[in-house]
């Protein structure tokens, strides 16, 4: 049950704190009023999408809080204990707005995501709006309605985890099959490339080590004429070292001083020589080969025409080639892979029908009682022969699957005796459609395990002894459960507990949104004001009186 809401800076509410009680509440005002801010701060506490202009103007962020009581029996405190949150009699969840968009969610104050919250909200909260009347008129959402009222969920879930599964399979399944199609041409394709890069045995940094050695090679006649030339120069310059080298060790013998240059010289004459012996060897091995020049051109014109179908380097076409391999091994085994994906996708289609049909079974039946329960529901909403029922499609003789199963089901309804049932967006003015809604949001509740259920203006277009009615009836739902009901009808707001008034008020310039609760000698005024807005007079003083007294002779129990 919600216990306490606070918003600040949420919209045109600058800063509110609302005490809840069990029962019925309801908030009313004028139209404008800013009623819907209330229902928008609490879908944001479920999770709900955001938008940074509903930060009031000027405020840095907008923040909301609830704190709800959880009972002994409610499912939520041992799923919060799976989800490693302290399991307590009241959970507090905040949420804080900021104006750059960007949100933040608290659960116990530990921080927490919009996927937990949503999934938290779901065991706290039933919404029921002017959006949900839309889902009535959408044939597509009627399987929604007969899963939740029938507790059919879980098995829809696991259908719809199969059909995923089977559909992966049969998609892969597919692909395989177009492949075997053109398994052989590929394989011929994938062995002549496999083929040519293997004969080549390329190696990495070949195309480069071959280039300079072409290049040598075409460079031999220059490199054979300087290098004679340098080797002559240096065996001239080498002889007078030799010379140079006996006189000045004779020097060092005379005169101790020049040892260290006798030695430095002698060393020089001696590297000297050692690169004569180097640089005739260079020339001895100089290539003179043009048969020679001839391969490694046409080993390079090879090696540039393989990056040129494979890659851009060696080391591409050599990965090139891996993967050829690789799928040339991967089609000789498509054949086994074909054979049992065959299996898996007959397997999971034969299971994913079982539990389909099932699921579809089990529709039917909770759509039989779905019906009479809303016809029942009805009869107390002022449709006394009103008849409602839900038409399973035939799906001929080779039924499609989906995630959702195998139905296709509408809704059919006729308000009046003699007329026949016909599709819900055919017959049902805006009053029925309210009407019709709340009696499927009463069934609902009664499967739900929240324990607070929120009607948004669910009592668009209806009067008189309709309005009545639904009074009676939301009544009814506020015995076993805690109702806020936003309403512009009086009967509706005589039958609350606890009674809100929304007020839109400028202070200095600026636009706020003010809620608060009316005490008893304060309500009659404002029923009144529901029933004749600006002109109030003493009958329709007497009448909201009248209302009042009727309310709580049906509640049993003093309202105020």
């Given amino acids: 049950m919600l216990k306490e809401l606070k918003i600040k800076n949420l919209a045109l509410i600058e800063e509110l704190h609302l005490i809840m009680e069990h029962g019925l509440i309801v908030l009313t005002g004028e139209t404008g009023a800013g009623k819907s801010i209330v229902l928008q701060a609490i879908a944001l506490l479920s999770g709900r999408r955001s938008s940074s202009s509903w930060v009031r103007t000027g405020a840095g962020q907008a923040e909301v809080e609830a704190l709800f009581a959880l009972p002994d029996t409610s499912p939520l405190r041992r799923e919060l204990t799976a989800m490693g949150l302290e399991d307590g009699r009241e959970l507090l969840i905040k949420r804080i707005l900021s104006s750059s968009g960007k949100s933040r969610f608290y659960v116990n104050g530990s921080l927490a995501t919009a996927r937990l919250i949503t999934k938290i909200s779901e065991y706290l909260l039933s919404v029921a709006s002017q959006h949900d009347h839309q889902q009535l008129l959408n044939s597509a959402s009627h399987l929604d309605f007969i899963d939740l009222a029938g507790e059919l969920w879980p098995l829809r879930e696991r259908v719809a985890a199969l059909y995923e599964q089977w559909s992966a399979a049969s998609r892969e399944l597919a692909e395989l099959r177009q492949k075997e199609m053109e398994k052989e041409q590929r394989r011929?394709?994938?062995?002549?490339?496999?083929?040519?890069?293997?004969?080549?045995?390329?190696?990495?940094?070949?195309?480069?080590?071959?280039?300079?050695?072409?290049?040598?090679?075409?460079?031999?006649?220059?490199?054979?004429?300087?290098?004679?030339?340098?080797?002559?120069?240096?065996?001239?310059?080498d002889d007078a070292l030799t010379k140079v080298r006996k006189d000045v060790v004779g020097m060092a013998e005379l005169d101790g001083e020049i040892t260290k240059l006798a030695e430095g010289l002698t060393e020089q004459s001696y590297i000297i020589g050692d690169y004569l012996v180097e640089l005739r060897d260079y020339l001895d091995h100089l290539p003179d080969d043009a048969g020679h020049l001839e391969e490694l051109s046409a080993r390079i014109d090879l090696l540039q025409q393989l990056k040129r179908k494979y890659g851009l380097t060696l080391e591409e076409v050599i990965a090139y080639g891996g993967k050829a391999r690789a799928e040339l091994e991967s089609l000789d085994a498509l054949d086994e892979r074909v054979r049992e994906l065959e299996e898996v996708t007959a397997r999971l289609h034969d299971e994913l029908l079982k539990e389909a049909e099932e699921l579809s079974g089990r529709r039917r039946e909770a759509g039989r009682q779905m019906a009479e329960a809303i016809v029942d529901e009805l009869r107390d909403l002022s449709f006394a022969q009103a008849e409602f029922e839900v038409v399973f499609h035939d799906m001929g003789a080779e039924p499609k699957l989906s995630r959702n199963g195998l139905d296709r089901l509408e809704f059919m309804f006729s308000a009046n005796p003699g007329e026949p049932l016909k599709s819900l967006a055919k017959v049902v003015s805006g009053g029925e459609l309210s009407r019709l809604m709340l009696a499927m949001r009463c069934i609902l509740a009664q499967k739900d395990m929240v324990e607070t259920v929120i009607f948004d203006e669910v009592d668009a277009g209806i009067g008189g002894k309709a309005a009545e009615a639904v009074a009676g009836k939301i009544a009814e739902l506020a015995r076993h459960h805690q109702v806020l009901c936003i309403t512009h009808l009086p009967q509706i707001a005589a039958g609350a507990g606890t009674h809100f008034v929304v007020e839109k008020k400028t202070v200095n310039g600026r636009t706020n949104t003010s809620i608060s609760?009316?005490?008893?000698?304060?309500?009659?005024?404002?029923?009144?004001?529901?029933?004749?807005?600006?002109?109030?007079?003493?009958?329709?003083?007497?009448?909201?009186?009248?209302l009042l007294r009727q309310a709580r002779n049906t509640v049993g129990e003093k309202i105020s």
């Fill in 188 to 237: 011929d394709f994938l062995s002549y490339q496999e083929k040519e890069i293997r004969e080549a045995a390329v190696e990495p940094g070949e195309d480069e080590t071959l280039a300079n050695e072409r290049r040598r090679l075409k460079s031999a006649d220059d490199l054979r004429r300087l290098g004679r030339r340098c080797f002559g120069l240096l065996n001239s310059a």
């Fill in 517 to 546: 609760r009316l005490r008893a000698a304060e309500r009659a005024g404002e029923l009144a004001r529901m029933l004749a807005g600006e002109s109030v007079s003493t009958q329709t003083l007497a009448f909201a009186d009248e």
